[in-house]
DNA sequence: TTGAAAGCGTTACCAT
DNA sequence: ATGGTAACGCTTTCAA
């Protein structure tokens, strides 16, 4: 592996000089420049970046913290995330936490170790101290930190209202609701929009409400436990896509017809919710862009450009298919 | 963010006492060691990873080259792959080549500009060249790059016999083929698996195998071209999972009933597989063993121990379910 | 048992 | 316009 000196001993110059035509920084005769490019090309050299990252204590890497790749949700957002990075010339490196704090905090100390330029999380146990004294850029995806921090969510709350009120709409008399994490702010927000819509219905109590965690498992049990005490719910909005085809399993189970004995509506957007049958009616999020959003925000954030804004929250879409 | 020099200064010994109890490595007083961990945890000092990466000519990163992490396929495996390399101690940057010979080339350069003590690949347009060239260790996974690279790959063979006389099992008297990617191993195995069963059947004709790349969209249009051709088909051997919920998806629109007048099978087992309805019967692989393996042969190389297999083809096993 | 210093490959400042 | 050199934070060799 050629270094700068070799590349300057090729040219007849000092390694200097080889760094100005490198960075395009400072004056080099046009004859020099010349020089140094041709060896440049002759040796193959490419600059040695971890050498540069202890000079400028930056990597030109972001880190990107998610709780599970493997939920759909995240792939996509990884996906988005990784694309728009390498774009604007940076690596991501990918960290899955879990959940947990812990993991996160290693993570994060991991991070810092490496001087990466930012890093994108997606936590609920992370505090606006913490990330504070982080002294990194850190923009805070899908669920809110603290008002402060640069984040990019949705719009939870008036998702919602959508897909509560579309059920009324198709006739639906008894709609539960299949609640994500507790404490995930989210998950708190989509389960507020529902309450707006129902709260003041004859029918509605509490137990209309059954808890999840954002995955299949906790949503195939919490259904069962919702047919257990309303066995006339006829429409169910589940706080994300992966709990509502949970939903459908049970609902198939339990020879209930979807659509026509309960109608079903989940909530991301994600693919897998075109391709399996029924196709799944949702709100759907723009999942590639709250990802490229994020990342261009960070990103203005690290080469410190003038942050017009630093919140956004991105609009939903409800869209129907065939589970309603 | 306090350096070795600080710890140094506030123990009241050299930098380089500081760097043998860091390391633990060569001769430290007992004192001594007790008074630098003191000004360690009192600093909270956390060595700067960029520097000795700079020193060691390695960076404790692994890259990892997948086509497309949105393929659940590829998706199970990164788990994997960032699971265990954390474990091991080794943080993991994420490339999709999305296929693309120039992506490929461009990451494997930046990788190794980023001193990443090896690579796990999969790839179907790297040369065995290319990748001696790099000097770094690299595994090759889900397809083969060149028999002398350490690769960890699956039964495809095997696996597709077995679907196939699955389905004749099943009572198909007319069993096509939907083919993965032209020119990847992984897809020739598969396939030449099929024909292994059934090109000495008196029905079968070229055309009874279509193209696909291994996504949904291809595998859509595949399946319908074959329904144009051969009507009569009632199994179809999907060369992946992805692949095999597309031609379900098909066989819907067109009023086939799976399993009762057309039965499906595909290849890899992802989770997708059971989410859906019916329920996909498929060839298993083990992904996040896959992605396992890799990485511990990855990292026994990369430690330059002892390997006494770099060579691994794991087995796959056919689990009915309700798509035949 | 400990310390001084060279070196890893860059960049940027100060001379010339 | 160009070169010398300190510095980034660490590890390792050599000496003491």
């Avoid at 020099?32 to 400028?56: D, G, H």
């Avoid at 257990?228 to 339990?254: E, R, S």
Wanted: aromatic letters at 6%; proline letters at 3%; hydrophobic letters at 40%.
């Amino acid at each position: 592996m050629a270094s700068i000196k070799d590349v300057a001993g090729l040219a007849g110059v000092s390694v200097a000089t080889v760094s100005r035509v490198l960075n395009d920084k400072g004056y080099v005769g046009q004859s020099t420049r010349e020089n140094v490019e041709q060896a440049i090309k002759q040796l193959n050299y490419k600059p040695n970046e971890v050498a540069r990252s202890l000079f400028k204590k930056k990597s030109n890497t972001i880190g990107l913290i998610v709780p599970d790749i493997m939920n759909p949700f995240f792939t996509e957002l990884a996906r988005s995330v990784e694309d728009t990075a390498t774009n604007l010339g940076y690596n991501v490196i990918l960290c899955n936490s879990d959940g947990d704090s812990e993991k996160e905090q290693s993570y994060l100390e991991v991070l810092r170790q490496n001087y990466v330029n930012g890093i994108i999380v997606s936590s609920n146990t992370l505090t606006a101290n913490q990330v504070e004294e982080l002294n990194i850029p850190v923009v805070s995806i899908d669920r809110e930190i603290s008002k402060g921090l640069p984040t990019i969510v949705v719009e939870n709350h008036k998702g919602a209202v959508l897909a509560t009120q579309f059920l009324q709409s198709k006739g639906c008399t008894k709609i539960a609701h299949i609640r994500g994490t507790d404490g995930v702010v989210n998950a708190e927000e989509r389960c507020s929009g529902y309450l707006e819509v129902v709260s003041n219905e004859p029918w509605f109590s509490d137990s209309c409400i059954v808890n999840g965690n954002f995955d299949m498992q906790s949503s195939i049990e919490a259904t069962k436990e919702l047919f257990m005490n309303h066995p006339d719910v006829d429409g169910i909005f589940a706080a994300n896509d992966i709990m509502a085809i949970g939903a459908i399993k049970v609902a198939h189970q339990l020879g209930k017809k979807v659509p026509e004995q309960i109608k079903i509506v989940g909530f991301d957007g994600i693919t897998l919710s075109t391709v399996m049958t029924p196709e799944l009616t949702t709100i759907v999020q723009p999942i590639y862009e709250l990802g490229e959003k994020a990342t261009i925000v960070l990103v203005n954030q690290m080469e410190q450009q003038p942050l017009e804004k630093t919140y956004y929250r991105l609009d939903v879409e409800l869209i129907e298919r065939n589970s309603t």
